[in-house]
């Protein structure tokens, strides 16, 4: 079994164990969900050579129902047919804008915010173009499980500049493209989202 079908089958332990924390009112139920959850974490430590401690610590204990993490993320071509994308402070390596919608935001509205955020341009979206499950694509293991909802949208004003948690903004050829955040985008997914964009099949790409 891979590494990355292993660390899902842990994601999905840890889940079952916090739903049952949840929704239990029996307490020696509720130690057996306690053990399960610490199993999970320490499977999880194993894989990812992170210390316990420091998981249990990253992940705040469920108070509902656990459910997927969503990332929107903003694809935009300019005139010449180049791809808007950020360098990561994090790592270094670009990707195109996004992260973590917030609470509060539609779709539609966390994306543009990243946009400007990341890169000074004001944008408006064009439309779904995918909904990629991270763990369908080739992308370093990670903790959380997470959907991607990558929108085509274009620049309507602004200034490219990186934003203040950002190294960078430009765009790139994907011919000629840089270091990518792989944990963030990949080269693959850039060549699909580039396809779905210039055709004229109006479909979105699920999975």
Not at 51 to 60: I, S
Not at 93 to 112: F, L
Request: glycine share 6%; proline share 4%.
């Amino acid at each position: 079994m891979k590494v990355e079908e292993q660390l899902t089958l842990i994601k999905r332990l840890k889940s079952l164990a916090e739903t049952g924390l949840v929704y239990v009112e029996d307490d020696y139920a509720r130690e057996r969900y306690e053990e399960l959850r610490k199993i999970s974490l320490q499977l999880m430590g194993a894989i990812t050579s992170q210390p316990v401690k420091l998981l249990n610590d990253f992940f705040l204990r469920e108070k509902d129902y656990p459910t997927v993490k969503v990332d929107v993320r903003g694809f935009v071509l300019n005139d010449k047919n180049q791809i808007l994308m950020a360098k990561e402070s994090i790592d270094e390596k670009w990707t195109i804008p996004g992260g973590w919608a917030d609470i509060g935001d539609t779709p539609t509205e966390a994306v543009i915010k990243e946009i400007r955020e990341e890169t000074g341009l004001d944008a408006e979206v064009v439309r779904l173009l995918a909904i990629y499950d991270k763990r369908c694509h080739n992308h370093p293991p990670e903790p959380f499980y997470i959907y991607k909802l990558m929108f085509l949208c274009t620049i309507t004003g602004g200034n490219l500049q990186h934003g203040f948690d950002m190294k960078g903004a430009d765009f790139f050829s994907l011919n000629d493209l840089p270091q990518l955040s792989e944990p963030r985008i990949l080269e693959s997914q850039l060549k699909h989202l580039f396809q779905l964009a210039n055709s004229d099949n109006q479909s979105v790409h699920i999975d």
